[in-house]
């Protein structure tokens, strides 16, 4: 699933990066003009789900004026409740009419001192940050994981079916 070593040169869709904080809104309310919450960050693994030619820095400026991540979290118990769902998600088998179910999430295998249990991404929790290059560089420094290319290709599938699957 992962490469043998990640390269702290580059950034890659699906590298995961760790001691990064993320917020975690609660308590939210709305009105007429505004709207108001409570939030913590937490601080754990995510996974750059921006294209990965959108983290180019090009002639020292950025490509793009944000990067997309998703926290990585526990399994899920829906999935672990179904475990021929979680099986196909394991192997990153394609998704098909047959088995269409949990398009949102991708899979994450553990790995010593980066992912302490299996893990996945939820599409449906992206976080949009500013971009700076200080921040692509500081993303370089603290990138622990690279998925293989196949692995890569199956994260920018899911992706495409997520948001681009018709509501039912």
Not at 116 to 131: A, E, G, K, R, T
Not at 140 to 160: I, M, P, T, V
Request: glycine residues 4%.
């Amino acid at each position: 699933m992962y490469e043998g070593t990640a390269d702290a040169n580059t950034l890659w869709q699906g590298d995961v990066v760790v001691g990064c904080a993320f917020p975690v809104f609660f308590n939210l309310s709305f009105s007429a003009q505004d709207w108001g919450s409570q939030f913590k960050l937490r601080i754990g693994p995510l996974a750059i789900v921006s294209h990965s030619c959108d983290l180019e820095i090009v002639s020292g400026k950025l490509k793009r004026s944000t990067v997309q991540f998703s926290p990585l979290v526990p399994v899920p118990s829906v999935l672990t409740k179904k475990p021929e769902a979680l099986s196909r998600l394991r192997k990153h088998e394609a998704i098909d009419s047959a088995h269409p179910e949990f398009i949102n999430y991708f899979f994450y295998q553990a790995f010593p001192d980066v992912l302490p249990d299996d893990m996945v991404i939820d599409l449906s929790v992206i976080h949009s940050f500013q971009s700076s290059v200080g921040l692509i560089q500081q993303l370089k420094e603290h990138k622990r994981l690279q998925l293989q290319s196949d692995a890569r290709e199956y994260l920018q599938d899911r992706l495409a079916l997520h948001f681009a699957r018709e509501a039912e």
